[in-house]
């Protein structure tokens, strides 16, 4: 009897993939651990491996399918003689995500009777036999920059799955420091309460198109999949208030197109953007309701004493939202690297999904495609996102005389749950501080 290969657990919150690459057939020969296909889910693309070797029997998926964790997407018959251990280990890796999502009451012990997170790594790894460690495959990337080997990682995850956490704690462990303990949920309802939902809105039965004239049906991609959900979950559970301004950047502007050949010089792309961010970096540390999240549910906000901005890239293939972590700690220069090649990757859709994850603000430019005002959608479970417009030049009143002076609009969406009207405008008015001169940014620490 072949062995079933199922889609694994692809990351926390992550229930289903679509198939856009089949790098094998039915009928061909494979090796433990090599490429089979290729998934795109929660706006990343992740190659699978399939965990051992044989001839293919059965192909069960194809490109466009659409697949929940768990599902057999192929079965691999007469491989190579292996010892029990490698079988009983696969057993465990591939079938731990399909046992989460039908039980998930029973896939992990409560919180108060695991180990903490300092003794397990420094538990002794356990066995993993000589088949595939049970790990995704983001998780794999991970371990393999970092260096480490994961058969000597304690895994935490549903029957011993290794996670992305597991592998920082195990460098950390190494490097000598000590490991934090585990960080509070707060966020999170308890299973004792109902946790908050967004209204279900039936959808409605699309009438028969092709009476008046020739259609066509593709699968949407499951990027667009992804966002749509993001949209309608924001749209439906956060009362969106858009408050917006414009700011005089003239002088930031000179000092942009003065220092942006040193930028380039060293690897980096100074735009407006990178000046924004950096601005809005500073005012989220005068204004914390800005840089938290609601838990209505619990009745609590949940300040975050990180700043980590997410920058929406318009990419080929959707919407992606990169973040630029610790922004209020960094520089220019760094911020600006780190945007041009965060960018370069999501319009190559090379980013790991833990790149686009932890984000407590948004910043979106939709100034370079022209427009003066826009209401964006806030990225959930954040409470507010800034958008910029297009960059023109206006007429100024100066010390009593009509000037032409660079203008940009910036447009806030908030929370109107948690910020009033008031706290908005103070924030942007912030915002536009630090923008109206350069030096005020370089006071931004």
Same mark, same amino acid.
């Given at each position: 009897m072949g062995k079933d290969f199922k889609l694994p657990d692809l990351g926390e919150g992550i229930h289903e993939a679509q198939i856009v690459n089949v790098m094998i057939k039915q009928g061909d020969s494979v090796k433990a651990d090599q490429m089979v296909m290729e998934v795109e889910t929660d706006k990343a693309s992740v190659e699978l491996p399939v &965990?051992? $070797?044989g001839v293919i029997e059965s192909l069960n998926v194809k490109v466009g399918d659409t697949v929940k964790v768990g599902m057999v997407l192929l079965s691999v018959a007469d491989g190579s003689a292996a010892p029990a251990a490698r079988a009983t280990a696969e057993t465990r890796a591939v079938s731990a995500p399909a046992a989460s999502v039908a039980a998930p009451a029973k896939a992990r012990a409560p919180e108060s009777a695991m180990v903490s997170p300092r003794a397990a790594a420094v538990a002794e790894a356990p066995v993993h036999g000589e088949g595939p460690i049970p790990a995704a495959p983001a998780v794999r990337r991970i371990a393999r920059e970092a260096g480490v080997d994961l058969r000597q990682v304690h895994g935490t995850g549903p029957g011993g799955r290794i996670v992305r956490e597991d592998v920082e704690r195990f460098v950390r462990s190494a490097n000598g420091g000590s490991a934090p303990t585990a960080p509070a949920r707060s966020s999170a309802p308890s299973t004792s309460r &109902?946790?908050?939902?967004?209204?279900?809105? &039936?959808?409605?039965?699309? &009438?028969?198109?092709a009476q008046w004239g020739p259609v066509r049906r593709e699968a949407l991609p499951q990027i667009r999949k992804t966002i749509a959900r993001q949209m309608v979950r924001s749209v439906t559970t956060i009362p969106h208030v858009t408050h917006c301004d414009e700011v005089d950047v003239t002088d930031l502007e000179q000092f942009r197109k003065e220092q942006g050949a040193i930028f380039e010089s060293k690897g980096a792309k100074l735009t407006l953007t990178a000046f924004v961010v950096k601005a809005v970096a500073g005012a989220l540390r005068q204004f914390p309701n800005l840089n938290a999240s609601y838990d209505e549910a619990a009745g609590e906000m949940v300040f975050k004493d990180y700043v980590h901005i997410g920058v929406a890239v318009d990419s080929p293939k959707g919407l992606m939202v990169p973040i630029i972590r610790d922004a209020d700690r960094k520089g220019l220069m760094t911020i600006s690297k780190e945007m041009k090649e965060l960018a370069d990757k999501a319009r190559e859709f090379k980013l790991d999904i833990a790149q686009m994850r932890g $984000?407590?603000?948004?910043?979106?430019?939709?100034g370079a495609l022209g427009g003066t005002m826009s209401t964006p959608i806030i990225n959930y479970p954040e409470v507010a996102i800034l958008g910029m417009g297009k960059l023109d030049w206006k007429p100024v009143v100066r010390d009593g005389q009509i000037v032409a002076r660079k203008v940009l609009p910036l447009f806030l969406s908030f929370d109107h749950r948690v910020i009033d009207g008031a706290e908005g405008a103070r924030f942007i008015r912030a915002v536009m501080e630090f923008l109206e001169s350069p030096l005020n940014l370089l006071l931004v620490s």
């Open positions: &965990p051992y $070797g &109902p946790a908050a939902t967004a209204m279900s809105v &039936p959808a409605e039965a699309m &009438p028969d198109f $984000g407590s603000f948004t910043v979106t430019n939709v």
